[in-house]
């Protein structure tokens, strides 16, 4: 066994060295997160979409769970070995692919992070250049969701995300900033980006709340599980606002349940950083590190009118 | 089982070949190291499925025990001390071995089933994990851990000369000690092996225990590798694990395995998804080739009577 064992790797080891090395010149990497979640499947068609319409390769690589940092790593390593001009990444958390990016940066490859994963500085004490940063404003969604609510009086319960997930603490902040002084929020909870955990604080809420107006969800998720809390306690006067856009919070806007969500656009998001890339590779032009992708508010009404330029990038 | 063995390892190779002839850069010095580095954490883990599965067992709690053992090692350093580095190493194998140690107690004293214990296993280091850490991933760990996973020594990464060495010392432990040949008896008739006097109870204590260890060796690269320690790391690793084990030509019924057998098990699945990430394969078909590849493996084990039930 032993043997076999040995010979197997010298085997592979000699091909090795009689392999060249190729590489193909001019292509894109990207790396997303988990593509079982609709938001990056949306990410990864605009991807490919784009990369159809400029005409460039483009090698896509997705993590199996949303959580795998050393997967996503392995990744990294491997769309190196193709020496692309940029790598568009998706990092799992602010330091997994430092050891890659750091080698991508030494071999001149342009580095663009897409959905605002990574920590700017932390990326430079590290030896690594991001060159710009494509990605939804979090704050302004946030903002949105309040812009949505003010003019109108009564009392909002808010539901934050995971606590110490910067964009749900920028997306709370945002919202609870921009919000006009007729509207008192009346408690503000974590639900960790969960479906049961939302419907239980709102369940608990709208007890202690029978008052209650407006709810602000960091997401759709919570948003969606806090509609079903809604339903289950029989009450059809609270008005529900999330963030995402995602495919159930669309379809729960067009049947009336959710009342509206700000959306963020993938498949714009996902146009956007492939040709800045792209131009990026070729021109080497800086740009600010903050490049925002247009959101938009999702209503029924926005919906009717059908009018809203950035409906098409709706998924 | 030796013409089994070599079955597994044409495919490897066939494998190999295969990607080889598709994408130009797969059989590079370059990314050989990378399979190999990439296979290394599930690599551990296969090792001691093998084990455990070898000897009737099962230890599910693995993936789980990987991230709590690495956040327990650093949450307890003082930050970046000189002695931290080995502080933060002993108190993580030292949790994967304890936490292995408690499995195999409960599973060989209690006489519960391994399934069970080890799942709950599962959820309760999960568990601990997230408490430990506050449910957040923690960030730049000392220079001298991530020299761990991203050093080379030589040219070849450490990750990968720790995966080889742990395999070679593991590859004679199992088939070539008493302790092997033990464990191996138990897992084929647990009613015979302690008639003819083997210590059920402590054997089963140390395979867990050692099942544990790796996990904790496992979560050590883990972390070092992506520089950080997350709570969530591992989720369904110990599966991936089992997979590579199987495929290696442990039988889930116990009485057979191999250290090796799990270590070509575990490089396929790696080669597998090297290879397909190297030809722009979207994700979701990777899934279903493992799948294939797992049945596959097993079919033609059950011909030559590896994969056979017992009777």
Redesign the interface.
Known sequence: ??K??LA?LL???L???A?P???EQGSIAALISD?SNPYWKTLENGLRDTANTLGIQI???????A????GQ???C???L??NPKAIIFAA????????CLRKAAAKGIALIDIDGNVDQQ?AEKMGVHVAFSVASNNVELGEKAASYLNGQKGKILVIEG???SQPGILRVKGFKDNLDKGLTIVASQGADWDRLKAADIVSRIVTQHPDLSFIFAANDTMALGAVEALRAANINTVKVVGIDGSTDAIKAIKEGRLTASIAQLPYLMAKEALEKANQYAKDRKPLSFEQYVPILTLDKAVFEKNNEALLQYVR | M?VY??LI?VI??LL?AFF?ITS??F??????L?IF??TS?IGLLAIGAAFVIGAGGLDLSVGSLMAFSAITGVMVAPESSTTSVPLILFVCLATGLFAGAINGSLIGGMKLPAFIVTLGMLSIARGLALIFS????V??LPEGLVFLG?GRIGGVPIPVMVFLATGFVA?ILL?RTRFGRHSLAIGDNEQASCNAGIQIFRYKVTLYALSGLLAAMAGIL?MS????A?P??G??YELTAITAAIIGGTSLSGGRA?V?GA??GALIMGVL??GM??M?V???Y??VAVGIVLIAAVTFGKCRGVHASKN
């Open positions: 066994m032993n076999i064992f197997a085997f592979v080891s091909l090795t060295l392999t090395t190729k590489a593509t090698d896509i690589s997705a993590i199996q769970s959580s795998d940092a050393e790593l392995n990744q390593e491997s769309a070995l193709k799992v958390d602010a330091v997994n692919l430092g050891s932390r995971m606590s110490g | 030796r063995q070599g390892l490897l190779l190999c080889a130009d850069v059989l590079t010095w370059a990314n050989v990378n580095t990439a954490t506050n449910g957040r991933p960030y730049g991203q590859h088939g883990s590798r992506v520089n950080a997350d969530s790391s989720m369904m191999s090796a270590m070509i998804q090297n990430t190297l722009n979207p994700a979701y990777q899934q």
